[in-house]
């Protein structure tokens, strides 16, 4: 019997199979053997056959879209309204046949975006050269599902469910677990909330078939066993998407206005060009871009249209470094930093100063060190006490400050050494953490 065959017998005994407490356990055994035959399907061990043509193009830009969708849906047409790359369009199925990559440009950044083929039910299990278009899609950034309005939610349903049985999951977070493989010890399970879908039991059997027998389990939130099923796979890609409905001219305006009110649903029309500017900025807002400016000391910032550097959300100043110099991050001492989400106007923050607000570097989640050290304050008791060690105290080198205590300063000489290094930034505290700012 066929991986194919193991699949459709697993899904029908799950069909037939009543939900209750007496038979979770059965049910987490099958959802767990149904994971691994749809992993074997994906990735074949055996060898395979000859070298076939190339089906994935290059990433490149500041993000990657990813179109997916049944045939003639439109997403060559929309392909061609939204950048210079012209792809063939006609009224019947499958037009395109290969990855066809375009690019668009907004607000600076050049996000790249894939025409991938049509798919049809059972791509998850190869039809139709699915196999290679789902692998396209787990390297993007954001998922466009492509969807024709006048054929009802029908398309989204298969979609999702195709996408899912490839451990695509659309517009969820990682579950909070904590799996980690050891080789002695047993399973120890820990949990630090009340679990309702899940139990040590259920998971000792889960892990039984994974042939897994010493491991260390946390669950942080009251996950399902599918999402503990994710976890232990560890091939699951979590991405956004937005449900893009096109050819909304062939339909009532009150179905518009029901689909456009769902979340994370647009209503467009490319042969009409309606609702593009918003699909746009839709795009940009997923995928959380953050267009950061620079400024020379004494200068006005640089605020032209093509200006500025674009990160991901959650950046932080050493990933602005490196997309200026990739040399620059060993070097960098701190950078002034203005903006709304900054606690104070300008913030200085050390290289790992960032957070997680996608409207500009963010206070939040900031990794710099202060321990009460002020570079001026520590600067005059070099100047005026550096002869008894008083700069080398207050920085916590107790040792050295005994030292240059015991010879006056090395006779003077350690004491101007001291303001030298400490006026060019190569004496700092300790411990290692950052200047208190002066506000």
């Not at 997403?75 to 790359?85: E, G, I, R, V």
């Amino acid at each position: 019997m066929g991986v194919i065959e193991k699949i459709k017998d697993i899904e029908a005994e799950m069909a037939r199979t009543q939900k209750n407490k007496a038979t979770e356990y059965h049910l987490g055994l099958l959802k767990a053997k149904l994971a691994k035959l749809r992993t074997q399907l994906l990735e074949p061990t055996g060898k395979g056959g000859g070298k076939g043509e190339g089906f994935d193009v290059m990433k490149s830009g500041d993000a990657r879209v990813a179109m997916v969708g049944f045939p003639s849906v439109g997403k060559s047409t929309l392909l061609s309204a939204m950048t210079t790359t012209e792809s063939v369009a006609a009224s019947y199925e499958f037009t395109t046949l290969t990855c066809i990559p375009g690019v668009i440009h907004h607000e600076g950044a050049n996000i790249q975006l894939l025409d991938l083929p049509g798919i049809i039910e059972g791509a998850s299990q190869g039809k139709g050269r699915g196999r290679q278009v789902i692998a396209v899609a787990k390297t993007a950034d954001l998922i466009l599902m492509m969807l024709d309005a006048g054929k009802g939610e029908i398309q989204k349903a298969l979609l999702e469910k195709e996408l899912d049985s490839v451990g695509i999951r659309l517009n969820k977070k990682p579950p909070n677990i904590y799996v980690k493989i050891k080789k002695v010890g047993g399973v120890k399970f820990t949990n630090t909330v009340p679990l309702t879908h899940c139990s040590e039991k259920l998971i000792m059997h889960i892990f039984h078939e994974y042939k897994i027998f010493n491991a260390d389990v946390i669950f942080r939130d009251d996950c399902t066993i599918d999402e503990f099923i994710d976890v232990v796979e560890g091939n699951r890609v979590y991405l956004p998407c937005l449900y893009v409905y096109n050819k909304i001219d062939q339909i009532s305006i009150e179905e518009i206005d029901r689909l456009a009110r769902k979340p994370h649903h647009i209503v467009i029309s490319c042969e009409m060009n309606l609702n593009m500017d918003y699909l746009l900025e839709c795009i940009w807002d997923y995928l959380a871009l953050v267009r950061i400016y620079t400024k020379k000391p004494g200068n006005a910032p640089d605020l032209g249209p093509e200006d500025g550097i674009i990160l991901r959300r959650g950046a932080t100043i050493k990933y602005a470094c490196h997309a200026l110099h990739r040399t620059l991050a060993a070097q960098f001492k701190y950078a002034i930093v203005w903006g709304t989400s900054t606690k104070f106007s300008p913030q200085r923050g050390c290289p790992y100063f960032g957070g997680t607000k996608a409207s500009e570097i963010a206070w939040t989640n900031v990794n710099c060190r202060y321990t009460g050290h002020y570079f001026l304050s520590t600067l005059l008791y070099s100047l005026f006490l550096g002869i008894l060690a008083v700069d080398r105290f207050c920085l916590g080198y107790s040792a050295i400050g005994v030292g240059k205590l015991m010879t006056l300063g090395g006779l003077g000489v350690w004491w101007l050494i001291d303001i030298f290094l400490l006026a060019t930034g190569n004496l700092m505290p300790a411990d290692n953490s950052n200047w208190e700012p002066y506000y």
